[in-house]
């Protein structure tokens, strides 16, 4: 299995000096290789490198248009859905070492979950949206369906607050659960990755710090990559953090290392609020 | 002379505009009010009329005769119930199959394009077409003959683009995020399109459906080019019976007569008494589409209740 370069990407290596690191260095999931995107004509991505480190959460941050929410699509082939858009390069899925980029993508988002900008729950019970990911992959049985839906939402904290009214509409749950419900509809059928694309935009503080907290709950059992145009969200949940730059990945580091010792002048300029 | 003379203050802005509302809604509450004064005109001119006729029970359960105060539309009313239930069957599922196919799985290219070009001119198509279309294709080639299965057929095909165009309206109004959310969970297409895309669509579907199915059973002229009679004086057989295997499908391939041909023959008639008739079927036709209009808005309203 491969290994992150302990020098390169090693959170607070950089800080740290020559004082040898102490956190043991952690697998990688998956691993975008020299990945450009093309919408149409128009590039957007360009010759990215990004590790992915298993069980912990990389942080996609830069301004509007950078690329991130492009980058994040990539994993789960969303990009597939509409006409025109082409890829260069690969993104390695491990342990198997497969190339995602030439997997079916229908297989790819079998096994990659995503949560999206606004809440985005389908027109049914709160039970039937979880439970739509168990039955996308052919689980009907009704006892399996309660366990893993129960599971799920107690995975996502939401349990407590709909455990009375399951087969009520999903629809009558504020923005914040409604998201909840979005995380927990992803998370119901195990994914490798769950992929998140700034999943607290369209909510108020308090219903943000929920959707934080839970996001650090989860971190150690489950790989996450997330979009967040919200610096301060990145520095508080995320391990690693990618900054990214007009379409290319400008500097990645351990998340501490990025926010008090950037090595780049774009990344700083922008952590320091200079543009973006 | 000064800016200030020149500029309107803010509050002549806003007073300017709300005079323009004013004038917009007027507008629009006076032409909804002529639009339904019309109906409302015509409907209370058709039941006046024919108030005498619809009051007596014989007008529902007799057949046509020579004598007006002993016709009734029996065998008109169920001539119509039958074309229509072929109708809805062969339509619906061929109309909805169709625009979810060039919405959803068809790729962009030529084929589609021209495809897409038929269906919105075939709407436009007068519906007397459609009859010559039957009558050599479905009556002479495929020697379906006059029958309730050949009317059916034709204004299938009639509404045909009506349907096909309102569910392809009502998909692509599916919120974008809702189909990546199905696609995102992993599903492949008909899975999407089944659990959730269908659904999200239903309401838009079924509106188009409605207005389709409105349009064929008031729809004459079709109906007679094929050859439906005008003097019906027995029903089709029984599509349920008592002994095996309890379903019927003859009534398929009986004569039959429709309300607009009924109404047509009797308004076409000199005696006065026999346009009584015509003005009373007018009403039975009038509200077996706003039946059909209350039923679609019911299970609309079901819908939503179950889903939101």
Redesign the interface.
Known sequence: MTHLDSVKYMAGAEVAGSTPVVMSSPELRAEVRNLSFWYGKTQALNGINLPVADKQITAMIGPSGCGKSTLLRCF?R?HD?Y?GNRYGGEIRLYPEDRNLIAMEP??V???I??V???P?????SIFENVA??L???GIGDKRVLNERVEQALRGAALWDEVKGRLHE?A?GLSGGQQQRL?IA??LA?QPDILLLDEPTSALDPIATARIEDLLVELRRTITTVIVTHNMQQAARISDFTAYMHMGKLVEYNGTNAIFTNPKDKLTSDYITGRFG | MNAANNCKTLEQIVSANKRIDVVMASLGILVLMVASAMLIGVFVDLLTSGWPRLISSEFYTNFPSRHPEKAGILSAMTGTSLVMLVTAVVAIPLGVAAGLYLEEYA??NWLTDIIEINVSNLAGVPSIIYGLLALGLFVHTFALGETILTAGLVLALLILPVIIVSTREAVRGI?R????????????KW?AVR??VL??ARPGILTGVIVGLARAIGEAAPVITIGALTFIAFLPPSPIQAEAPFINFEWLSSPFTVMPIQLFNWVSRPQAEFHINAAATGVVLMAMTLAMNALAIYIRLRLRRH??
């Open positions: 789960n969303m859905l006409p229908g297989l988002r079998l096994r979950g995503m999206f900008q606004k985005n729950p389908f027109p049914k739509a990911g039955r996308v992959r509409s629809y979005c509809r992803a059928p | 790729p962009r919120p995020d809702l189909r990546e959310a199905a696609y995102g969970l992993g599903a492949d899975q659990m959730y659904p999200a889903d939101r």
